[in-house]
């Protein structure tokens, strides 16, 4: 299994409040994504690291900011979680090589009350 | 616009079947990379099968095969003599450079969920 690892696996917050998520690897990968998943619209882009420092902004990235100041770790930050924020996220790392596969968190269920 | 198109919300099949996912892409890159993910209901992302842009052949692994269609911009995934453990979310993925030499990104469709009968 590659060494990806969610944290917190699960999360319940106030709405207004802020979240921070974390994705840690031990793969070295350069790649990093944060996506949500919601019934009916699959997996969603949030943000995209492709090394420290560098991110990028995916489909969905309003309300949300990362940051990567190591390789192995990749945050997502909800800056005042609302209700829609309401998801599952999955943290996600590849090599920079295209024919290479994604490899998965186990993700993090998210409940903004 | 959508990159990755599902068009099946929901496919039946019945036990020792073949059935086929469809998945059409849309992109201007030349090079690109097109992945299935299995995810049963425990959650987990299971990757299946990946066809780059430029092979010239099908790929294949084990009772999954991908039908790349380039022009057609489609990489339907055909799953043969299907199995009661097939049933789950399938999701159609696409990896492109979103800049010369920098960043790629990886974008899902909106996944087919896949119920195999006995």
């Known amino acids: 299994d590659a060494g990806i690892t969610q944290s917190p696996r699960h999360k319940v917050t106030e709405t207004g409040t802020p979240v921070t998520l974390r994705c840690h690897q031990t793969?070295?990968?350069?790649?990093m994504y944060w996506y949500r998943q919601d019934p009916g619209h699959g997996l969603r882009l949030i943000h995209y690291s492709y090394g420290v420092k560098d991110t990028d902004k995916g489909e969905v990235s309003d309300g949300y900011s990362v940051s990567r100041s190591k390789t192995e770790d990749f945050l997502l930050t909800l800056e005042s979680a609302t209700s829609s924020q309401t998801s599952v996220y999955f943290c996600?790392?590849?090599?920079?090589?295209?024919?290479?596969?994604?490899?998965f968190g186990q993700g993090t269920r998210l409940t903004v009350v | 616009a959508q990159k990755i198109t599902q068009t099946q919300p929901g496919m039946f099949v019945q036990e020792k079947e073949a059935v086929t996912l469809d998945c059409t892409y849309d992109t201007s890159d030349q090079s690109y990379g097109l992945f299935w993910y299995k995810q049963p209901s425990s959650g987990e992302m299971i990757f299946l099968i990946y066809?780059?842009?430029?092979?010239?052949q099908n790929a294949t692994e084990g009772r999954y095969s991908l039908n790349f269609q380039k022009a057609r911009k489609s990489a339907n995934l055909v799953i043969s003599a299907s199995q009661l453990g097939d049933s789950a979310m399938y999701f159609c993925?696409?990896?492109?450079?979103?800049?010369?030499?920098?960043?790629?990104?990886?974008?899902f469709g909106k996944g087919t969920k896949l119920t195999v009968n006995p």
């Open positions: 793969e070295n990968h350069r790649y």
């Open positions: 993925a696409m990896r492109e450079a979103v800049t010369q030499g920098g960043s790629e990104k990886l974008v």
């Open positions: 996600a790392i590849s090599l920079r090589d295209r024919d290479t596969e994604a490899f």
């Open positions: 066809q780059g842009s430029y092979d010239e």
